[in-house]
């Protein structure tokens, strides 16, 4: 399977704790989006990068979150001192470049913040 | 800023008859425009897209969407509806200058009833 992989599927965390989710883009695919999505809402962008870079931020992104893609292959996206608030589905996505603007998503990881 | 607005949070119908998903976008600049379905605890999956030329556009599972610059619109249509188009849907935009990031709009429900 050449598709986008997110791991954890889910992660059920205690307020507080640090978390951090790993995407693993299509081989080649040299951007790489992660979104967030709340029960009942579209997704909303949070970043992304072109190849190691992160070349855009949302406000969204708080203080508490850090992404990462260490050679541009694979991402990490961690969260510290969770809240409540950052229960929803985090989705990875990527693209082949800025000409192809067709974005591939994972499955999504679920964290649930007790 | 871009921002798109669907039209219906929830749109229930047979088996069998025509379907309209209506989506509006809002943007000063060029924008792609894509259609996602979402299925229950699943990433999204690529129904269709427009980038240029004919502003109707043929999706994959029978779907196809017209693009209205004058009207803003991106509705997606479908003249005959299984139980298995049961899911959500959402409409999303890009800039065309970037084709970056994703906007999407908040989904459409669409229920397939026997």
């Known amino acids: 399977d050449t598709g986008v992989s997110q791991d954890p599927r889910h992660k059920i965390t205690k307020r507080g704790q640090n978390v951090t989710f790993r995407c693993d883009p299509i081989s080649e695919h040299n951007r790489l989006y992660w979104y967030r999505q709340t029960l009942g809402q579209g997704p909303e962008f949070l970043t992304y990068f072109q190849n190691e870079a992160q070349l855009e931020k949302s406000r969204l992104l708080s203080d508490r979150f850090s992404a990462e893609r260490p050679k541009g292959s694979f991402s990490t996206l961690e969260i510290q001192r969770t809240e409540q608030g950052d229960s929803a589905m985090y989705l990875c996505?990527?693209?082949?470049?800025?000409?192809?603007?067709?974005?591939?998503f994972g499955q999504g990881t679920r964290l649930t913040v007790v | 800023a871009q921002s798109v607005t669907q039209l219906d949070s929830q749109v229930p119908v047979f088996e069998e008859a025509p379907v309209e998903l209506r989506c509006n976008y809002s943007s000063s600049v060029s924008v792609y425009l894509f259609w996602y379905v979402q299925y229950p605890n699943q990433g999204l999956q690529l129904l269709l897209k427009?980038?240029?030329?004919?502003?109707l556009v043929k999706g994959i599972n029978g779907f196809e969407a017209e693009f209205n610059k004058s009207q803003t619109s991106f509705h997606l249509r479908k003249p005959s509806v299984h139980i298995s188009d049961t899911a959500e849907y959402f409409c999303a935009v890009s800039e065309e200058a970037s084709g970056s990031r994703l906007t999407f709009g908040e989904g459409t429900q669409l229920t397939v009833n026997p």
């Open positions: 996505a990527s693209s082949s470049g800025p000409w192809n603007t067709e974005a591939f």
């Open positions: 427009y980038l240029s030329g004919s502003t």
